[in-house]
């Protein structure tokens, strides 16, 4: 099973603020359904809450949570050891949030799917768990200037486990 995590961060790591994101990149949000369409997404409870519609179309929607068992349109499970034995070997999955679940997970990563703002919030209440270089090498980096819709520069990067 390739375990990617998916995650949008500031210069600081910062990933939200009140259980919802930072900042409003239409590409960002492009990219993230080209890549999680047709595969499995794994969230936290509170990122589940916080999407607009509920469970994610054209995906398998896992959330873990300890007090709900049952979500509309999701899987349900109480911790990510039991989510992930629930997949298939050949089954590509991406962790989508929020705070605790990226930690918890990272160790578990082979890739990380970045979209890098080049901006500082003035307040956020969840971070990406700092990761080292030595451990993870750039693969893919795409670069975007400010426009119309994006108020900030931003890049894809992905990085593969070393």
Known sequence: MQINIIAA???DLAIGFENKLLYWLPNDLKRFKSLTTGHTIVMGRKTFDSLPKGALPNRR?????????????????????????????????????????YREAISLAHRLCLTEIDAQPDKADAYFPEFSLTEWKE??????ETDEKHAYFYRFVDYERI
């Open 9 to 11: 961060v500031a210069r």
């Open 61 to 101: 929607n896992v959330v873990l949570s300890r007090s709900v068992t049952e979500l509309p349109g999701a899987e349900v499970y109480s911790d990510l050891n039991s989510a992930l034995a629930s997949c298939s070997p050949d089954e590509e999955v991406y962790i989508i949030g929020g705070e605790s679940i």
């Open 139 to 144: 693969t893919f980096s795409e670069s975007h």
